[in-house]
């Protein structure tokens, strides 16, 4: 039994700390301009530093490189491919055919990973773009367990495969949809996504015979969010994608809060790692109830289990568990404990904190009950995130660690 690769999203070099602090083997980042997720695409500057970093410490980058490319667009396709082999960035993320040759021609020393964009669906499919250059392929999201298993038994044998275990559902076939770009002139597949899917929508019957009598259909005073779909999540399936064997579990989110990645990545890590020691004793409950601190949009295991399963939709557009919020960051630490935190929301005397250990599922509790302005050191009873950077000072019950993620109980 071989212990899966832990694949994290990074949208920034600080999200990359967080998410091998927490865990991670490899993160995933979007490249300057050629990425499906151009609201959160990567300077040079920052991937080069995350890729720095990552091989200091014996982990991975890979680079996503993902849109469908038009023609005027490959003079940037060339240029972003030499600097990520100069970079030496660990993968390059791709779908486009015409990208991923010209990917073996101008980034020659690095692995090539076919995006889960390509609806790769079985082995014949793993065949092609193996022997066109692929090392790892991204599995489309739509497949159930008796079909990845069938292309984990039937594949190249050193073809690497990558499947997601968490994070949001595109509606459309493996994330390739023309909603957006039909409905707001925002191509998803160029990384200009509007999430159209995640819209209210009024929906109603126009009887033919008299134009204009419109008649409703289900929906509230917020319409109807027939296109939005729940979170995937896999932990309960833990034990059956590790003794498949499949190389990397790939969590989704390079749009979200250090404090999901923080949440989310820790818990994975602890799944995967208790089930290793332990296989007979895995109970997947303990990881859910951490899970279920981040916000999402209700869990579902789409199709893993049963290619019939309807339960993956989230009409009411609402996101779930909302107890918890990105309280800080650990910033400074002091020998008396006293330490300083980056916030993110309002904290306030009475408050109820956990901190987030990595690598221990359990986090640590305590109360707020004294405060201290870091720029005047004078005790407060509130703070306010008014400014970017603005931080406070707590006394933790633990001796903590830079980069520790705090989360508050509202």
């Not at 949001?168 to 200009?192: E, K, P, Q």
């Not at 498949?244 to 999901?260: A, Q």
Request: hydrophobic fraction near 35%.
């Amino acid at each position: 039994m071989i212990k899966p690769e832990l694949l994290a999203p990074a949208g920034s070099f600080e999200k990359a700390k967080t998410a091998f602090k927490y865990g991670a083997d490899a993160v995933y980042m979007g490249t300057a301009k050629l990425s499906l997720r151009s609201r959160v695409n990567t300077e040079n500057d920052d991937l080069a530093k995350t890729i720095e970093y990552a091989h200091s410490i014996n982990k991975k980058v890979y680079a996503a490189l993902n849109i469908y490319a038009r023609d005027n667009m490959y003079d940037e396709v060339k240029k972003q491919a030499e600097l990520l082999n100069e970079l030496r960035v660990d993968g390059i993320i791709a779908s486009d055919g015409g990208v991923i040759e010209t990917l073996k021609e101008y980034a020659p020393d690095v692995d090539i990973h076919v995006s889960t964009q390509t609806n790769v669906v079985g082995y014949n499919s793993c065949k092609f773009w193996y022997k066109n250059g692929a090392r790892r392929i991204v599995l489309a999201r739509e497949l159930n367990k008796q079909e990845i298993d069938e292309i984990m038994k039937n594949k190249p044998e050193d073809l690497e495969i990558e499947m997601f275990i968490h994070g949001a559902i595109c509606y459309a076939y493996s994330g390739r949809c023309h909603l957006s770009d039909f409905l707001a002139s925002r191509c998803g597949n160029l990384g200009d996504c509007a999430q159209s899917c995640r819209w209210a929508y009024n929906i109603y019957l126009e009887e033919k015979n008299k134009p204009g009598n419109l008649m409703p259909v289900e929906q509230d005073d917020n319409g109807t969010y027939i296109l939005s779909s729940k979170d995937l999540c896999l932990l309960k399936e833990i034990p059956e994608i590790v003794e498949m064997g499949i190389d990397s579990l790939k969590i989704e989110g390079r749009l979200k809060t250090e404090y999901y990645l923080a949440t989310v990545i820790n818990t994975y890590r602890n799944a995967i790692d208790d089930y290793m020691n332990n296989p007979n004793e895995y109970d997947y409950t303990k990881y859910l109830k951490e899970i279920e601190k981040t916000k999402t949009r209700g869990l579902t295991t789409f199709y893993f289990n049963d290619k019939n399963n309807k339960d993956f939709q989230e009409y009411e557009g609402k996101q779930y568990n909302p107890d918890y919020e990105f309280g800080g960051k650990v910033l400074e630490i002091s020998e008396d404990r006293k330490t300083v935190i980056e916030i993110r929301n309002r904290l306030q005397l009475g408050d109820i904190i956990e901190i987030i250990i990595p690598n221990k599922l359990e986090p640590v509790s305590f109360k707020i009950e004294e405060m201290w302005d870091a720029e005047t050191a004078k005790e407060i009873d509130h703070v306010n995130p008014g400014r970017e950077g603005q931080k406070v000072i707590l006394r933790l019950p633990i001796d903590a660690e830079e980069g520790w993620i705090l989360r508050r109980k509202k």
